[in-house]
C-alpha cells in the first residue's frame, strides 16, 4: 500500500468574517497529506522555499508522512491570501505568488514509481501529465482541478481527465467543465471522458460520488461555527484515498466509506485556522467523528 | 391514527424549459394528501371552484383521502402560474389568483377535530392559527410557510410558530425568518421559538432535520431530467407525515425515516406535471424507491 500525492506546500494569509491569519501552513498537499495520514503512510511531491516552517516539516515527519519527493529550493513557498464573507462556501483569492512553485517540474523519486494511488492535487494539467508519464502501473489514480485550469488549459486537463480512474470536483467546475447546469447529466459527460468515478464536493450539501453503476450521497456535518473552510477538500480527498490505499482495493462499497472518512476529514480540518486542528487530533477522534457520520444518515 | 393536512387546493400553469402546461391539478393540500395516501387515510380541509375536475376529485376518493373538509364553492379555483429556468430549484411566480380561496375560512369538521396529526401547509398564518383553535389535543402539529408570509405577516406566522412540533421550511425561509446565514445557528432560533424539529427541504441538495438532540441528514436522489418540480416540497411533507401517521408515535428513528419516505415522493412527484405522477404510483414502486434511498447512503 502506497499513496502518492502532488500537491502544494503554501503559506496561506486568511481572513474570515471572525479573524485574520497571516501566513499560516496551508497548500492542497499539505491538507492531503495529512488527512491521508490518518489512514495510510502517504508519500509526498512537492517544493517549498527556505521561508517554510521547519517545525511543520518535523510535524509532517511526525505524522509519518514521507518527504523524499519534497524539495527545498531558495526563494519563498508558493502564498496565496484570500477572505471568505459570510457564507463559508464562497471566497474571493485576493493574491497568489507562485514563488518556488513558478518553474517547478514535480519528480516521482525512484521509491515513489511504483505507487498503488497517485493524487493529483489542483496544480498545472500539464505537470499533472508529466506525473503519470513517471508512474509505473498505479492501482489507482484520482485528480482534482480548479476554475482557473479549466479556463486557461482545456486542452490539458482533458488529456489528464482521459487518464484518471476518479476526478474530484465541486459543482460549479463539474458545469462549468461540461457546459451543463444539471449535475447528473454533468457527471455523465466527464465520466464520457475517462474517470470511472466523479466525486462532486459541495461544502455545506455534502458530497455525492457518480459512477456508471454507482450513486452515492452524503450531506455535510451539519456545523455551526467555521472557523476556516481552507483545505476542507483537500482533506476530503486525502480521508477518502487514505481510505482506499488502506483497503488495498476499490470495491463500490469502499468508495462510499471513503467517501464518509473524507467528509469527516474535511469537518475535522474547518475546526481551526490552517491545519492547527491535525495537530492535536487523534485516531479515536476520528472514528468518533466516523459514527456520528453513521448516525446523521441513518434510519 | 389520523392526518389532517390544511392547504391549497389549485390549478397551476407550469412552464418548464422543456414545455408548458395550462390549468393541471396542483396546489400544497392535493400533493401533500396524495403523497400521504399510500402511508395512511388523510383527511383533507380546503376549498376548490366549479371549475375544478371532478374526476380529480374521484380519484383522490379512489385514494382514499377524506374529503368531508373540502367546499366546492361557485366561482373559480384558486389559480398560480410559473416559470421554472435551467435550475429547478429557482423558481417565478407569473400569477396568483386566489378566486374561491380569498375569503375562505377552513373549519374543521367534527370527525376532523381529534385528529392524531395536523398538517398546515402554506396558507396565511392567522387561517393556521385558526384552524389549531377548532383541534382537540393533536399529537403533533407541523406546518410549512413561504416567503410571502414571512414578509407580510411575521407577527402571525411567529404565533402559530409557538404552537407546532414541526416546522417545514427551505434554507433561504429559514434564513430570512432568523436573519441568520447558517443553517444550524438559523434553526436553533426557530428551535428557541416553540418547534421541536425543524425539517430544512434543500432541494437537489436534500433534507437535514435538526431538533435539540437529533440531526439527520439525507441527499436528494440525483436526478437527469426533474420534468416538474411544483409540489416536491408539499410531497415531501405528506410522505414524512403519513409515515409518521401510520407509526402511531414519533421517535428520532422514526423522524429520519420519515424524511426518508418524503424524499421518496418528492422525488417520485417531480418526475412528471402536476400530479399525474401519482395516478399510476404504486406501494410497490414507492418501497422500491425507498430501497434505492437505503442504498444511496449506506456505507
Known amino acids: 500500500m502506497s499513496l502518492v500525492i502532488v500537491g502544494s506546500l503554501a503559506l496561506d494569509t486568511i481572513e474570515t468574517p471572525a479573524a485574520r491569519r497571516e501566513r499560516v501552513v496551508g497548500g ?28 511543520t516539516l518535523r510535524f509532517l515527519r511526525r505524522r509519518r508522512i514521507d518527504l523524499e519527493g519534497l524539495e527545498i529550493r ?36 525512484d521509491s515513489y514509481r511504483r505507487a498503488d494511488i497517485i493524487f493529483l492535487a489542483n496544480i498545472d494539467p500539464d505537470l499533472q501529465g508529466d506525473i503519470l508519464r513517471q508512474a509505473v502501473k498505479p492501482r489507482l489514480v484520482a485528480m482534482d482541478t480548479i476554475q482557473y485550469w479549466i479556463e ?44 470511472r468515478w466523479v466525486v462532486v464536493k459541495k461544502g455545506e450539501h455534502g458530497v455525492l460520488i457518480l459512477g456508471r453503476h454507482l450513486a452515492f450521497g452524503l450531506p455535510a456535518k451539519p456545523t455551526e461555527h467555521v472557523v476556516d473552510p481552507t483545505g476542507a477538500g483537500d482533506s476530503f480527498a486525502g480521508g477518502f484515498l487514505g481510505t ?20 469527516v476529514m474535511a469537518s475535522l480540518a474547518i475546526e481551526d485556522f490552517g491545519i492547527e486542528r491535525f495537530k492535536t487530533l487523534t485516531t479515536a477522534q476520528v472514528n468518533g ?3 456520528l457520520f453513521q448516525k446523521l444518515v441513518s434510519f
Open 28 to 55: 492542497s498537499g499539505t491538507y492531503c497529506a495529512l488527512a491521508a495520514s490518518f489512514f495510510t503512510r502517504p508519500k509526498v511531491v512537492g517544493v517549498v522555499g527556505t521561508d517554510f516552517p521547519e517545525e
Open 244 to 263: 482506499l490505499d488502506r483497503a488495498g482495493r476499490t470495491t463500490p462499497r469502499l468508495l462510499c466509506q471513503a467517501a464518509a472518512y473524507g467528509s
Open 74 to 109: 531558495p526563494g519563498r513557498t508558493f502564498f496565496w491570501e484570500g477572505r471568505y464573507g459570510q457564507d463559508p462556501n464562497l471566497r474571493t483569492t485576493l493574491q497568489t505568488k507562485l514563488n518556488v512553485f513558478q518553474d517547478f517540474r514535480p519528480q516521482l523519486p
Open 152 to 195: 486557461t488549459k482545456p486542452q490539458s486537463l482533458r488529456r489528464v481527465l482521459g487518464q484518471v480512474d476518479i476526478f474530484f470536483c465541486n459543482d460549479q467546475e463539474a458545469k462549468m467543465l461540461t457546459g451543463e447546469v444539471n449535475l447528473v447529466r454533468a457527471s455523465k459527460k466527464i465520466l464520457d471522458r475517462g474517470p
Open 289 to 291: 467523528r466516523f459514527r
